[in-house]
Nanobody, 125 residues
Framework: QVQLEESGGGLVQAGGSLRLSCAAS????????MGWFRQAPGKEREFVAA????????YYADSVKGRFTISRNNAKNTVYLQMDSLKPEDMAVYYC??????????????????WGQGTQVTVSS
C-alpha cells in the first residue's frame, strides 16, 4: 500500500513558477515509477509527466515539455514537479500517482494504482 500527499499548489501569475511535491508513505516507493496528472474543470484527467524508479527515465506530455521538470528523491520518498513559464491553460488540480511498475514510464492512467488527493494550481492571466 502506498499513500500519497501532494503539496505546493497555489495561485501564480502567468509566466511564473511553482514546485509541487508528493510525499509517499510505504517502503515500496523506490520500486515504483511515479507520475503527475492534472484535471481542469469539465475535462478528463490528463497525463503531465512520469519518472521511473531510479529517476533516469522521464516522459512528458507535449503541452508541458520544456517547461515542466519531474524529479524524485527516493531517500525522502518524494517526487517533485517543477513548473516554469506557467500558462492559464495549466490551471487544474494536479494529482500524484504511483505506478504498478518500476522501470517503465507511461501516460496511461490505468497503469497507476495509487493516487493522491490533488493540489490546486491557479494561473492568472
Amino acid at each position: 500500500q502506498v499513500q500519497l500527499e501532494e503539496s505546493g499548489g497555489g495561485l501564480v501569475q502567468a509566466g511564473g513558477s511553482l514546485r509541487l511535491s508528493c510525499a509517499a508513505s510505504g517502503r515500496t516507493f523506490s520500486n515504483k515509477a511515479m507520475g503527475w496528472f492534472r484535471q481542469a474543470p469539465g475535462k478528463e484527467r490528463e497525463f503531465v509527466a512520469a519518472i521511473n524508479w531510479s529517476g533516469i527515465s522521464t516522459y512528458y506530455a507535449d503541452s508541458v515539455k520544456g517547461r515542466f521538470t519531474i524529479s524524485r528523491n527516493n531517500a525522502k520518498n518524494t517526487v517533485y514537479l517543477q513548473m516554469d513559464s506557467l500558462k492559464p491553460e495549466d490551471m487544474a488540480v494536479y494529482y500524484c500517482a504511483a505506478s504498478r511498475w518500476a522501470g517503465g514510464v507511461t501516460s496511461i492512467r490505468s497503469e497507476y494504482d495509487y493516487w493522491g488527493q490533488g493540489t490546486q494550481v491557479t494561473v492568472s492571466s
